[in-house]
């Protein structure tokens, strides 16, 4: 059983920056991906980046050069900085993680980012 606690949100003007943090307790084992959702007002939730357990990243278009996933095993934790901040990026923000093979993933509780204009 993988528990995620999502952390790091907050009120932010536009052009400001935020780093999120997702801690992860027990044992991932295998490949997996651990992505950062968003869900804005009253839309559905969108896959912002992506970072696989062999290192490899992805973005999405919207956030790509602004946002960057990172990860630090020993603290089993994913990040998400966010810089150059939108109005448009306001949402709840999740973590997930899926093994590679499995039918299960695994969200947090979600992370309020909130940009104003």
């Known amino acids: 059983q993988v528990q995620l606690v999502e952390s790091g949100g907050g009120l932010v003007q536009a052009g400001g920056s935020l780093r999120l943090s997702c801690v992860a307790s027990g044992s991932i084992f295998g490949i997996h991906y651990i992505d950062w959702y968003r869900q804005p007002p009253g839309k559905q939730r969108e896959r912002v980046a992506t970072i696989i357990s062999t290192g490899s990243t992805n973005y999405s278009d919207s956030v790509k050069g602004r946002f960057t996933i990172s990860r630090d095993n020993a603290k089993n934790t994913v990040y998400l900085q966010m810089n150059s901040l939108k109005p448009e990026d306001t949402a709840v923000y999740y973590c997930?993680?899926?093994?590679?093979?499995?039918?299960?993933?695994?969200w947090g509780q979600g992370t309020q980012v909130t940009v104003s204009s």
């Open positions: 997930r993680v899926w093994v590679v093979g499995s039918t299960m993933d695994y």
